[in-house]
C-alpha cells in the first residue's frame, strides 16, 4: 500500500466536498454546507476505514498495557505549549493564565460534555485515524522515525488549506496571507513530532494521538493570540518541544528509525 494512494483519496475527498460546500456559499451556517464541511474533514479517517475495509491494512495497534506513559505524555505534551504562552503572556502585555477559561469555553458550548465532544469530533476523531493511524505507519516503512513527522506534517497541514475560505471557522478568520496562517501551519508540521512519540515510540497508536490532539485543540483557549508575541511564543514552544523529542522518537539501538 502506497502513502500516494491514501493522500490522494484523503485530499480528493475532503476537498472535492470543500469545493462544492464552497460553491454554496461557503458559510456554516447554511446547514448542507455544515453537512459537507463535516464530512469533509472526516475524510482522513474515512479513507483509512475504508482502505482496512479493502484488505490494505496500514494501521498499527495501540498498546494499552503503555498507558501510563503514552497517556500522562500526552496530556502533558499537549498542555506545555499553551500553558507556558499563557505564563509568558503578561511579558508581551497579554492576560495570564487563566484556567477559568476553560469553563467560559464549555459555558458558550453548552456545558462540559458538549465542549468535549465537539472538541472530540472536530479534529481527533475525524482525521487521526487517517493521519497516525494509517499514514504514519505507511511512511515508516521507508522514512526514519525522525524525517517522517515533517514529511506527514507537511501534507497534513496542506490539507487544511480549503478551511481558510470556510466562512465561520477559525481558519477563515486568520485568513490565509497571514502571519498567523503561517504559524498555524508550522505549528501543525511540529505537533506531528510529538503525536508521533506518543502513538509510535510510546506505543499509544490512534489513542494516544486522539488525546493528543484533544488536549492541544482544548488547550489553545488559555492562549491570548490576538498578540503577535504570545502567538510567536507559542511557535516557539512548539519547536523547542519537538526539539527535545526528536532525541527520543527512535527506538533505542535503531540506525534507521524503522518501525517494529
Known amino acids: 500500500m502506497s502513502p500516494r494512494v491514501f493522500l490522494a483519496l484523503t485530499y480528493g475527498l475532503s476537498w472535492a466536498l470543500w469545493a462544492v460546500a464552497l460553491a454554496l456559499g461557503g458559510d456554516i451556517s447554511d446547514p448542507f454546507v455544515y453537512g459537507l464541511h463535516t464530512v469533509a474533514f472526516c475524510g482522513p479517517t474515512l479513507v483509512a476505514w475504508s482502505l482496512a ?11 494499552l498495557s503503555t498507558a501510563t506513559r503514552w497517556l500522562p505524555a500526552a496530556v502533558l505534551i499537549g498542555l506545555a505549549p499553551a500553558v507556558g504562552a499563557a505564563v509568558l503572556a503578561p511579558l508581551f502585555g497579554g492576560t495570564g493564565l487563566d484556567p477559568g477559561l476553560f469553563a467560559d469555553a464549555a459555558a458558550r458550548t ?60 477559525l481558519q477563515h478568520a486568520m485568513g490565509l496571507f497571514t502571519v498567523q496562517a503561517l504559524g498555524f501551519f508550522v505549528v501543525l508540521v511540529l505537533q506531528s513530532v510529538g503525536l508521533l512519540y506518543v502513538s509510535e515510540r510510546l506505543r499509544g497508536g490512534v489513542p494516544a494521538a486522539v488525546l493528543l490532539h484533544l488536549v492541544l485543540n482544548m488547550a489553545i483557549v488559555l492562549v491570548p493570540l490576538d498578540s503577535i508575541a ?16 526528536l532525541r527520543f522518537v527512535s527506538p533505542p539501538g535503531s540506525a534507521t528509525g524503522t518501525a517494529r
Open 53 to 63: 475495509l479493502t484488505g490494505r491494512p496500514g494501521t498499527r495497534q495501540a498498546r
Open 110 to 169: 453548552g456545558g462540559w460534555l458538549p465542549y468535549v465532544g465537539l472538541a472530540l469530533l472536530t479534529g481527533p476523531l475525524a482525521e487521526e485515524f487517517g493521519w497516525r493511524g494509517y499514514l504514519q505507519p505507511l511512511l515508516r516503512r521507508t522514512t526514519s522515525a525522525r524525517r517522517t513527522p515533517f514529511v506527514l506534517g507537511l501534507f497534513w497541514a496542506l490539507w487544511h488549506v480549503p478551511l481558510f475560505f470556510v466562512v465561520g471557522i
Open 230 to 245: 504570545v502567538a510567536l511564543a507559542y511557535v516557539a514552544l512548539h519547536a523547542l518541544i519537538a526539539l527535545a523529542l
